[in-house]
Every structure is written in structure tokens, then in C-alpha cells.
């Protein structure tokens, strides 16, 4: 969308100002301080989203009062894209709404607030004010939802999270490491004492040494189950990647069949100027077809006005002429006005007698009694008379509509009762008692729903208790590592796949990011208990029951279960409040529940029916009673018309006169007597003037037949010569005005043919370049370049699904997936399959040696125990035992969590390089150019969040320096970029928005301000710019930049202030400003 112009009406120092028109690419307007310019970017926000609250923050940065006496407003008129034109004004009135009255305009439609939401449905005031318009106060920093929406776009919505979860994992890590020393020293005293008692107990050495070899065996066997697992996951991946795998083979076996642009590394470039060259083509021919047509029409124009200037040869003697034509017409207009007052006088007279009749005459007339008296008399009886008569007509009237009502309520309780025919009588029951009866059953269904997912969970913990029965719960270190490694990378991935669906907006495959990071996550819980427990079996030498986790997993059992009989009961309590014999299965409550609304429904809408029904019989019970009221009144009404009647007819017998007039005539007859004796003087004097004017007509139209003859003007009757004047001034004017066409004509027929010349110029040079773009490609024809273009499209996005693949899949995105690929090659899914049985049995062989050797260690341990004297040796055992299992507990606990730290920020520092987003990528781009590639990138710190040092940059050399620590300049330029960023992506979505721009690269150096005209230059393909300056060196850059790679994108505005646009005008200056 483009601003084409604008006007205001007043607002701050602007007032009765029209600016532009604007380029559609940047425009800068240059103007000295209080020029009214940070006023111009207020009024452009102002018109798109409403005058702000009078007395808060917005409205002393925005509100800009008018001088005294001017209209608060203007309107700007706008230019969309697809070419629609609209203009959008907006006033401030007293009694309208805070925001101010708007007026949309498109076309021959008009409209308000609605039709400017249909026209900019995505534009919002925040988004606005922090991305569109920017001044120098804005560039300094960056509101919060922006940050955090660039931040959130670096790491996603699971930075936060992170970031808590490692600061968690350190706190965590000192508290353990205190308990680790004090567990250290009671394991060392406890060591000491047990060594002591063991001295004495020969046997029990023996015993132990037949322990330890029996440890080894089961830790054998314990690896052999390791390392099978660890080949049964990979089969499992194998066997999962196996179908992207053939999909991405057959997309690129589709690629090879695809034409390629052998030597073009650019192509989109080659379209884009091939459609700009071709645009241009058409424009320059279309320009050229219709000036031609123009000329022509001048031609053929030119020879029509030639045989018009005859009349100007006999220009003088015609103006004389025409200078006493106001004497002529007001000399016959006043002559024949008079000729008609006299023969109107006479024929009154005449007229009068007439009118009353062969039984008046003169002295008839007289004896009529005209007095004031009986005049008034007259009046009084008049308006007596048409007082009772309209009384009468509006008593029948109103009688005439209150039947007509009647009829209206009779219909609407005709069609009420049809209605509730149709709808028929449904239950009995209310539509409330079935919407109960609906909220019980969908509660039943949701305690069933529960009572599942609590016996699954119930299943699963006594599965816990099994394993742990069975002691399988001890994994190898490279196996629980693999593991946890393998849980990060999942991920890693879901968090991968949540972005690229956030910034896509696929609702789909960001619940497939969720479930991937999920499963990651809980992958990775599972990777730490499993190193726990393997430190804690390398390092305890005797009793290796684990009766916390045993108690912890009853004690869970436990709670499901009272939590399963918890809602069974509700749910038996509901069974039997919905009158069940016994609980339905799911798909029946379902049913029901679809019933119950159903009939729900079905009783609101009789019900409604119903109440309308009532409605409309007492709507036509009040109609009947009001009908009757009114009949009455209409009675009253025509007897007070009749005794007005019966006055006036009185009336006139007293006066003589007929029964049939009215009384206007009456009173007409009693004053022409008088008027009859006014109009005989009258006559006379009026033959007076007459004869005087007649002279003076007889002599000007003998001047004007001399010169009327000579001019080409027909003969005219006597006293009708205005005519000929008339005629006479319109041949001369129109002969003049021939005579000036014909000189501007002749003056654009010169102008066209130096025109054309340089179109014809700019047309073979537009074909040229076209001409170019084809060799470039090595097209022969536009048809075939078109072909080639689209085909190399094609093969891009094939391109972008194998990418996706690879993403999706992750035996095909990690580093070994050529190793992967390579075996996958090598064998076939029943291969797989056979493997994978084979290995299942391998490990439940493996399982039950371990099982017998559990079951002799067990028997050894009760030898040891019967041995005489082995008490104490016994009980400090076991606490050295329990020290060193606790002391290795907890140093499990520090490794753990220091390792998650270390394998985090790895992951967090990988992702960062690896998986850079689109918005980030953007900014990354712009800030490189703005710095003159002083830094590379801008990336998110996960110890940032959305403040002030969320984002770092990355220098040419590697090293990084948040934005807290840079220069005011680059962390103006640093944010100057995230918004160019933040516009393409809203471009690339939605209509663009213009930019306009408060000064803000006052504090960059020459050079980086020479870098950042060029990047507005760019931006300006996708948004028109208005950059507001007051420095002229700022202008010089933008004009330098112009001489160097053209300037059909450039315009200067000049913006002068209030003083010198008034005191241009020759008018005082403006009020206010005095």
C-alpha cells in the first residue's frame, strides 16, 4: 500500500496543507525545525488509527491540537497494490467519538471504521507504532512484544523454559554437592569401622570374594544386554527412516527428468528483469499507440476550428454592438413589462365582474359591506370551518389505520399459531431439565474417559514394580548415554519443527514438534534415572535393593487406586441419577448426549413459538379496543363539522350572496370593489410610460440591423432584436475562443513529435535488454525463456520437500545418516524385521541368566549372614553400604546435572549456528550492511529473555558482544535492522505498509548512514519510505546514492514552514503562530 497525497486540515502546525504527490518508492522530505514534519508522521497514524484518549501518554506524543479556528483532521488518499485507490479521511468533532469521525471512500462507496478493517484487516496500533513509523526515541530500543517475538523466534517458545530449567539445574547442583561432602565424611568413618570387624571373619572374605566374581558375571551380562538393546534402537530407526528414505529417492530420480539452467546462478534476478523490461515494453508502446491517436485528433481538430474565425474580421464594429445590448434588452423587456401591467389592469376590471357574475355590477359592488369588521367576522368563520373539517379528516384517518391494525395482529396470530403447528408438541419435560440431564451424561462420559487413563497408569506402575523385581532397571554407562544424547537431539528437533511451524502458521506440524519434543523430553528424564542407577550398581559391593524407588512406586499404586474408586463411585452416583440399571458403554452416552440437545433444542424453540403466540393475542386484543376508542372520536368529529357548515351559510344570506362559494371567495368579492377604483388609475399612467419607451426601441434597432448584416445574423421581427445580440456575442466569443485552441494545439503537436522520439528511443533500448535476458538463458523465443523459468521452480521445490524430509526424519538428519543410507541400501525391511526377532530373543535368553544369577547372590548373601559373629560385621556393612549408596546417589545427582548443563548450552550454542530463523536471518543480513560487515549475525542469549540483553551480535572474528554493551550508534543500527526485518516478513504475508521515518540515522557515521540509504533503497521494492529530515547532508547521501545507481526511486520533497507558506500567499500568518 502507497500514500499518493495528502491533506490537511489542520493538526499542529499544519493547517489547509495538500502535500505530495508521493513516489511510490522513497521519498525525503527535507524541511527546517517546527516545519511540522514529527506533526506530518503523527497525522499519517492519526488517520489510519484514531485521534488518541485526551491526557494519556499517546496523546501528548500524538495528539497535535489545530491553531484556533481550524478543523481537527484531514484525509489521505491511498494506493493498494492490486490498484485499488481509496482515500480515508478523519475529523474530530465535539460530540462524536474520541478517536474521530472517519470517511472511507473507494470509488462511487463510502463507509467508516468497518470498511478501513476491511481494507487493513491486519493493522494494529502497536504493530504500527514499532514496526512502520519510527523515530529516534522508537529506534533507541524496542518494545517488549516485538523483543519478545524476535526472541521467541531464535529459540521458540521453549527458550524461557530452558533457560529456567538450567538455572534450576545450578542452584540444584551447589545444594547437592554440600550434602555429596557431608555423605563423604560418614562414608569414610563407617569404612573404617567395618574394616575392623571384617578382619575376624575369614569365611565371610570368601564369601564375598564368591559375591564379587558372581557381580562381574551379571555386569557381563548387563553390558551384552546393553549392546543388544542398543542395535534393537537401531533397527527400529532403521525401519522407521526406510519409507523417507524411498520418498526421497523417488523425488530425486522426478529431478534428474527436470530442465536445468546449466551456468545461470541467479534466475530469479533474470525473471525479475525480464518482467520489469517487459512491463516497461507495454507501457512504452501504449504510451506511443495513444499519442498518436492524440495527434491525429489535434490534426482533425484544427482544420474544424479554421472555418469558425470568419466573424473576426468584423471584431470591432460587433463589440460596439454588443456594448449597448443592456440598453436594448431593459428598453423592450420595461416596454413590453408595461404593455402587460395595462392590459392586465383592464382585463382585472373586467375579469372581476365577470368572476361574480351577470347579478353584480358596479353598484352591486358598492353596497357590498367591506369593512374591517365584517372582514374579520369572515376570518373567524373561515378558520372555524377548516379547523372542524381537518378535524374530521384526521378522526377517519386515524379510525382507518387502527383497523388496519387490527387486520396486521389478526396475521400475526395466524402465523404464531401455523408455527406452532409445525414445530408440534414435544416433551414435557423443560428445555432447562434437559440440558441438566445433557451436562450429567457428559459428566458420566468424562469420569469414564478418567477411570481409563488411571487403570493405564495403574498398569504401568505394577509393570514398574516387575521390572524392578527383576533388577532390569541397571543399564551400562554408553547405553544410558546414548540414550540421553539421543532424547537431546528429539529435542531439539520438536523444538525445530515448532519454529518453522510457528513462522509457517501450520497448525499441524507444530502438534507434531510438540509430540516429537515431548517424547524428548521424557527420553531424557528416563537417560538420567537410567545413569543414576548404573552409578550406583559400578559402586555398591553388596545388598542393591531398591526399596525407595519400590516404596514410591506402591505408594503411587496406591493413590490410583483411590483415585479410580474415587470416580467409579461418582460415576455409580450418576449412573443412578440418570435412572441407569447399570453404566452404558461410551458410544451410548454419546448418543444420548446428541438426543438430549436435540430435544433441548426442539423444546426452546416451542417454547419461544408459544410466548410469541401470547404476544400477538394481546397485541390484537389492544388493537381491537383501540379501534373502538377511535370510532368513537370520529362520530364527535363530523357533528362539529356540520354546525361549522350550518354558520357559514347563515352568513352568506345575510350578505346576499350564493350559498355555493367558499369563503376565500367571499372575501375576494368584498375587496375588489376597492380594488377595481386602484386599478383605472393605474392604466392611465402606464400609456404615459409607453408611448416614451417606444421612441428609444425604434431607434437602437436601426443601428443593429447596419451591423448585424455584416456579422452573419439572420433578420429578426421589430422589437426582437435580443435575440441577435445574443447570437451575435456567441459567434464572437466562440470565434475567439477558436483562435486560442488552435494556438495551443499547434504548441502540443510540437511537443508530441520531440516525445515520440524519445519513447521510440526507449522502446528499442526496453526490446535490447528483453533480447538480453533471453541469450542469457539461451531461450530462442519469451515462450521458451517462460518455460525454462518455470521448470527451474519446479526443481527448487522438489529441492525444499528433500530438505523437509531430511528435517522429518531422523535417521536422515543426523551426521551418520550416510551410514544409515549405506545400510539401508545394503538390505531390505523383512531383513530388518528377522534381525530384530533374533536380537528380542538374544536379550530374553540374556535376561534369564541374569535372573539366575540373582538368585545365587541372594543365597550367598544368607550364607554370609548365618556366619557366627557377623552381627556387627553385618550392621556395619550395611551402613557403609548405605553411606556409599547415598554418597553415590548424590554424586550421581552433580554429574547428572552438571552434564544436562554442559549437553544444553552445547545444544542451545548448536542451534544457534545451525537453525537460524527467517526473521533472525533478515536481521542478521541488515545488520551486516548497515556495520559494513563489522559483525556477520545477530542471535538470541538464552540468559537474555526479552530485555534489554537478549541478543548478541557476532563479529567477523567470532567473538560476540551484547547489545547492553554496544555503542549507542550500532545498537541503533542493530535495531534498525530487526524492524527492516520484521517489514519483510509482514510484507511476505500481507498488503506492505508505507514506512516513514523520523530521522534516525542522526547518530551513524558516514559511512554506516551511506550503508543504511542503501538498505532503505532496498526496502523501498517492497514498502514506499517517507524519510523526514531536517539535515541536508542527510539528503546529500540520498541524492549521492542516486547519482550512482539512478534516480527513478528518489524524490525530494521540500517542506517549507507555516510562516513561509503564508507569507507566499501574501496572508498574514497563520493564527496561533504570531
Not at 548404573?534 to 483415585?563: C, F, H, I
Amino acid at each position: 500500500m502507497q500514500i499518493h497525497l495528502i491533506h490537511v486540515e489542520g493538526f499542529g502546525p499544519l493547517y489547509k496543507r495538500d502535500i505530495g504527490p508521493f513516489s511510490p518508492r522513497v521519498n525525503v522530505v527535507i524541511g527546517p525545525n517546527e516545519a511540522g514534519k514529527s506533526a506530518l508522521r503523527a497525522f499519517i497514524r492519526t488517520v489510519l488509527l484514531g485521534f488518541p484518549r485526551a491526557g494519556t501518554l499517546e496523546d501528548r506524543n500524538f495528539g497535535y491540537p489545530p491553531v484556533d479556528g481550524v478543523a481537527h483532521g484531514g484525509a489521505i488518499e491511498f494506493l493498494k497494490s492490486d490498484g485499488l485507490v481509496f482515500a480515508v479521511e478523519r475529523n474530530r468533532r465535539s460530540r462524536g467519538p474520541y478517536t474521530g469521525v472517519v470517511r472511507v471512500t473507494v470509488g462511487q462507496e463510502s463507509g467508516g471504521e468497518e470498511m478501513l478493517s476491511e481494507l487493513l484487516p491486519h493493522l494494529g496500533g502497536r504493530v504500527y507504532q514499532n514496526v512502520f513509523s519510527l523515530s529516534l526515541d522508537e529506534l533507541q530500543g524496542l518494545d517488549s512484544e516485538v523483543q519478545e517475538r524476535i526472541w521467541s523466534a531464535g529459540f521458540g517458545s521453549t527458550g524461557v523454559i530452558i533457560n529456567e530449567v538450567r538455572n534450576r539445574l545450578a542452584r540444584e547442583q551447589a545444594e547437592v554437592g554440600k550434602l555429596l561432602n557431608e555423605e563423604k565424611r560418614h562414608l569414610t568413618e563407617a569404612v573404617r569401622s567395618h574394616a575392623e570387624a571384617r578382619a575376624e571373619l575369614a569365611r565371610y572374605s570368601e564369601l564375598s570374594e564368591e559375591v564379587r566374581k558372581l557381580e562381574k558375571q551379571k555386569y557381563e551380562i548387563s553390558t551384552q544386554i546393553g549392546e543388544r538393546r542398543g542395535r534393537l534402537a537401531r533397527l527400529e530407526l532403521l525401519k522407521v527412516t526406510r519409507p523417507a528414505l524411498d520418498q526421497m529417492n523417488e523425488i530425486q530420480r522426478a529431478m534428474t527428468t527436470l530442465p536445468r539452467l546449466n551456468g545461470v546462478s541467479n534466475p530469479a534476478r533474470i525473471q525479475d528483469e525480464y518482467d520489469r523490461e517487459r512491463k516497461r515494453r507495454e507501457q512504452l508502446e501504449s504510451e506511443l499507440q495513444g499519442g498518436d491517436q492524440q495527434a491525429e485528433l489535434r490534426s482533425s481538430r484544427i482544420q474544424q476550428l479554421a472555418g469558425t474565425m470568419d466573424i473576426l474580421e468584423f471584431e470591432i464594429e460587433s463589440a460596439r454592438l454588443l456594448d449597448r445590448k443592456t440598453e436594448y434588452q431593459n428598453a423592450v423587456s420595461d416596454r413590453q413589462k408595461l404593455f402587460g401591467e395595462l392590459q392586465a389592469a383592464k382585463d382585472a376590471v373586467r375579469q372581476s365582474l365577470a368572476e361574480l357574475g351577470p347579478a353584480f355590477d358596479e353598484h352591486r359592488i358598492a353596497r357590498l359591506d367591506a369593512s374591517v369588521s365584517s372582514r374579520e367576522r369572515l376570518d373567524r368563520l373561515d378558520r372555524r370551518l377548516g379547523e372542524a373539517e381537518r378535524d374530521e379528516q384526521d378522526a377517519v384517518r386515524r379510525e382507518a389505520e387502527a383497523a388496519r391494525r387490527v387486520g396486521d395482529a389478526s396475521a400475526t396470530v395466524v402465523l404464531a399459531e401455523a408455527r406452532l403447528s409445525a414445530i408440534g408438541e414435544p416433551e414435557s419435560k423443560p428445555a432447562e431439565e434437559l440440558r441438566q440431564r445433557r451436562g450429567k451424561v457428559d459428566r458420566l462420559r468424562a469420569l469414564k474417559l478418567r477411570a481409563n487413563d488411571r487403570h493405564r497408569e495403574l498398569e504401568d506402575t505394577r509393570l514398574k514394580l516387575q521390572t524392578l523385581a527383576r533388577g532390569t532397571s541397571r543399564l551400562p554407562r554408553r547405553l544410558a548415554f546414548g540414550q540421553l544424547a539421543g532424547s537431546g537431539l528429539a529435542s531439539l528437533l520438536g523444538a525445530t519443527i515448532g519454529i518453522l511451524a510457528w513462522v509457517n502458521r501450520d497448525s499441524a506440524l507444530m502438534n507434531i514438534g510438540i509430540a516429537i519434543a515431548v517424547i524428548g523430553a521424557s527420553g531424557f528424564a528416563l537417560a538420567v534415572a537410567l545413569v543414576l542407577t548404573m552409578r550406583r550398581e559400578e559402586m555398591k559391593p553388596a545388598e542393591t535393593e531398591e526399596a525407595a524407588l519400590e516404596k514410591e512406586l506402591k505408594l503411587t499404586a496406591q493413590l490410583l487406586g483411590r483415585d479410580i474408586e474415587e470416580v467409579e463411585s461418582e460415576a455409580g452416583r450418576i449412573v443412578g441419577m440418570l435412572g441407569y440399571e447399570q453404566a452404558p458403554a461410551e458410544w451410548q452416552l454419546a448418543e444420548e448426549a446428541n438426543s438430549l440437545s436435540t430435544a433441548a433444542d426442539r423444546q426452546g424453540e416451542y417454547e419461544r413459538a408459544s410466548a410469541d403466540s401470547d404476544t400477538a393475542r394481546k397485541k390484537l386484543l389492544d388493537a381491537e379496543a383501540e379501534h373502538q376508542k377511535l370510532a368513537a372520536v370520529s362520530g364527535s368529529a363530523t357533528r362539529s363539522a356540520g354546525a361549522a357548515r350550518a354558520a357559514w351559510l347563515e352568513w352568506l344570506s345575510s350578505m346576499e350572496l350564493p350559498s355555493d362559494i367558499a369563503p376565500r371567495t367571499a372575501l375576494a368579492i368584498l375587496g375588489q370593489a376597492d380594488a377595481s377604483r386602484q386599478r383605472i388609475y393605474a392604466t392611465r399612467k402606464l400609456e404615459e410610460r409607453i408611448v416614451d419607451m417606444t421612441v428609444a426601441v425604434q431607434e437602437i434597432e436601426a443601428g443593429i440591423r447596419q451591423v448585424a448584416a455584416a456579422a452573419r445574423i439572420p433578420e429578426f421581427q421589430e422589437n426582437q432584436a435580443g435575440l441577435a445580440l445574443n447570437r451575435l456575442g456567441e459567434v464572437l466569443e466562440t470565434a475567439r475562443a477558436a483562435r486560442a485552441e488552435m494556438e495551443r494545439l499547434e504548441a502540443e503537436a510540437e511537443i508530441w513529435v520531440n516525445r515520440r522520439t524519445q519513447l521510440a528511443t526507449d522502446l528499442e533500448s526496453t526490446c535490447q535488454a528483453i533480447r538480453s535476458a533471453l541469450e542469457e538463458i539461451g531461450a530462442d523465443t519469451e515462450d521458451d525463456f517462460i518455460r525454462a523459468l518455470q521448470g527451474a521452480a519446479v526443481h527448487r521445490e522438489l529441492s525444499e520437500k528433500v530438505q523437509a524430509l531430511r528435517i522429518a526424519s531422523p535417521g536422515l538428519s543426523s551426521s551418520r545418516s550416510p551410514e544409515i543410507i549405506a545400510e539401508l541400501n545394503a538390505t531390505t525391511i523383512e531383513a530388518l524385521e528377522q534381525e530384530m526377532v533374533q536380537v528380542q530373543a538374544s536379550i530374553r535368553e540374556l535376561e534369564d541368566r541374569q535372573a539366575d544369577l540373582n538368585a545365587k547372590l541372594g543365597e550367598l548373601r544368607g550364607q554370609q549372614q548365618a556366619l557366627q559373629g557377623i552381627g556387627r560385621t553385618a550392621e556395619l556393612s550395611s551402613l557403609v553400604a548405605a553411606h556409599r549408596e547415598e554418597a553415590l546417589r548424590l554424586r550421581d545427582r552433580v554429574a547428572v546435572r552438571w552434564m544436562a548443563t554442559q549437553l544444553i548450552d552445547q545444544t542451545i550454542e548448536d542451534f544457534r549456528r545451525d537453525h537460524q530463523p527467517e526473521q533472525l536471518r533478515l536481521s542478521s543480513r541488515y545488520f551486516s550492511r548497515l556495520t559494513g560487515q563489522r559483525y556477520l549475525r545477530v542471535q538470541p542469549t538464552i540468559n537474555g529473555g526479552s530485555k534489554d540483553g537478549s541478543f548478541e551480535g557476532v563479529a567477523a572474528d567470532g567473538t560476540t558482544r551484547p547489545v547492553n554493551e554496544m555503542s549507542r550508534g550500532t545498537r541503533e543500527q542493530l535495531y534498525l535492522a530487526m524492524r527492516f526485518a520484521l517489514m519483510d516478513e509482514f510484507a511476505s504475508r500481507q498488503e506492505p505498509m508505507p514506512v516513514i521515518m523520523d530521522d534516525v540515522l542522526v547518530n551513524f557515521d558516514p559511512e554506516r548512514a551511506r550503508a543504511a540509504c542503501a538498505a532503505i533503497r532496498e526496502l523501498s521494492e517492497r514498502h514506499q519510505v517517507l524519510f523526514l529530515t531536517c539535515h541536508p547532508q542527510t539528503v546529500e547521501q540520498f541524492t549521492s546514492l542516486a547519482a550512482s545507481v539512478g534516480s527513478d526511486w528518489l524524490k525530494v520533497i521540500d517542506m517549507p514552514g507555516p510562516r513561509a507558506i503564508a507569507r507566499a500567499a501574501n496572508r498574514p500568518d497563520p493564527p496561533g503562530l504570531a
